[in-house]
C-alpha cells in the first residue's frame, strides 16, 4: 500500500495549510468565502485564487491578501489542477468560491491529516444535501454507485469541491480531467491504496451563478469516472 502520509514526521499546523480554488466570476461570494477562510484559519493559511473572471473577483480577492494567479477560462479542472499545484503548504485545502462549503470544518480536516490520511474529502450526500438541486443530488449518487462498483470500493461523493489533500499525493499523481477532476481526485488516491476518508460535511445554497450546465457537466463527469477506473484497473491489473 503507498501510504506517504503515514511516515509524516511532524504535526502540521493551519501555517502548513493553502485553502485554493479556481474563481469565474464570483464577485458576490468571494469576499465571504475569503472572510470565512481567514477567520477559521485565524489568517494563518496560504489562499490561492485562479482566476478567470471578467468581473471584479480578482480585486477582492487580492484586497483581502489571497494569491490571485490569472488564467484564461478554461473550465473547472484546469483551474483547480493550476491551484494545487502552485500551492506551497503541505496540506492543500480546495473549495468553491460559492460560498456552499463549511470553512469552518478547515481545522477538522487539517486534524484528520494529521491522523495519517492522504485525503480527507467533504461528502456532502451523508447529510441529504437538500441546498443541492434534485438532479445534481441524483447525478451525485449515480456517480457514486457507479465509481464504487468499478472500484470494488464504497466511495459516497465523487463530485464534492472540498477536500484536503497531503501535498505528496498531490504531486505523485498526474491529473488529466477537467469538469471531472474532483471525481478523478478522490478516485486515483482510492485506486491506488492511500488512506482516503469521507467525511460529513453540510452543504450550504450557492451565492451567484452556477458555472455548470447540469447535463453537460454531468455527462463529461460521468465520462471521466468511466475513464479513470477504467486507467485505474488497467493499472492494478497490468501495472
Ligand atoms: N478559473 C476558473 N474557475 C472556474 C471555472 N469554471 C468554474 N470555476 C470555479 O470553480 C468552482 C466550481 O464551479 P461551480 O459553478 O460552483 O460548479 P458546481 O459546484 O458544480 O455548481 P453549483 O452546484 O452551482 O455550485 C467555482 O468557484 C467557480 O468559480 C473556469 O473556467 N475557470
Ligand atoms: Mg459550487
Not at 451523508?126 to 438541486?133: E, I, Q, R, T
Not at 488512506?195 to 463527469?221: F, H, M, N, S
Amino acid at each position: 500500500m503507498t501510504d506517504t502520509n503515514a511516515s509524516q514526521s511532524r504535526e502540521y499546523t493551519l501555517e502548513d495549510v493553502s485553502v485554493v480554488m479556481g474563481t469565474y466570476n464570483e464577485e458576490e461570494a468571494v469576499g465571504t468565502v475569503l472572510d470565512d477562510i481567514d477567520r477559521y484559519t485565524e489568517g494563518r493559511a496560504e489562499v490561492v485564487c485562479v482566476d478567470g473572471s471578467s468581473d471584479r473577483t480578482p480585486e477582492i480577492a487580492r484586497d483581502r491578501g489571497a494569491r490571485v494567479v490569472q488564467q484564461r477560462p478554461q473550465g473547472y479542472g484546469v483551474a483547480v489542477r493550476e491551484a494545487i499545484l502552485t500551492a506551497e503548504g503541505d496540506v492543500i485545502v480546495t473549495t468553491d468560491c460559492d460560498d456552499t462549503y463549511p470553512m469552518d470544518r478547515i481545522p477538522d480536516f487539517l486534524d484528520l491529516i494529521n491522523r495519517g490520511y492522504d485525503v480527507v474529502s467533504g461528502d456532502r450526500l451523508y447529510h441529504g444535501a437538500d441546498a443541492m438541486p434534485a438532479f445534481n443530488r441524483l447525478g451525485n449518487q449515480g456517480f457514486a454507485a457507479v465509481a464504487s462498483l468499478l472500484l470494488g470500493t464504497r466511495v459516497h461523493d465523487t463530485t464534492t469541491g472540498m477536500r484536503a489533500y497531503h501535498r505528496p499525493l498531490v504531486r505523485e499523481i498526474e491529473w488529466t480531467q477537467n469538469t471531472g477532476l474532483s471525481a478523478e481526485l478522490l478516485l486515483r488516491p482510492v485506486a491506488r491504496g492511500y488512506d482516503v476518508r469521507e467525511e460529513p460535511i453540510d452543504y450550504a445554497d450557492r451565492l451567484g451563478e452556477t458555472k455548470l450546465d447540469p447535463l453537460q457537466g454531468g455527462a463529461e463527469i460521468l465520462g471521466s469516472i468511466l475513464k479513470v477506473c477504467a486507467e485505474e484497473r488497467y493499472r492494478q491489473f497490468f501495472g
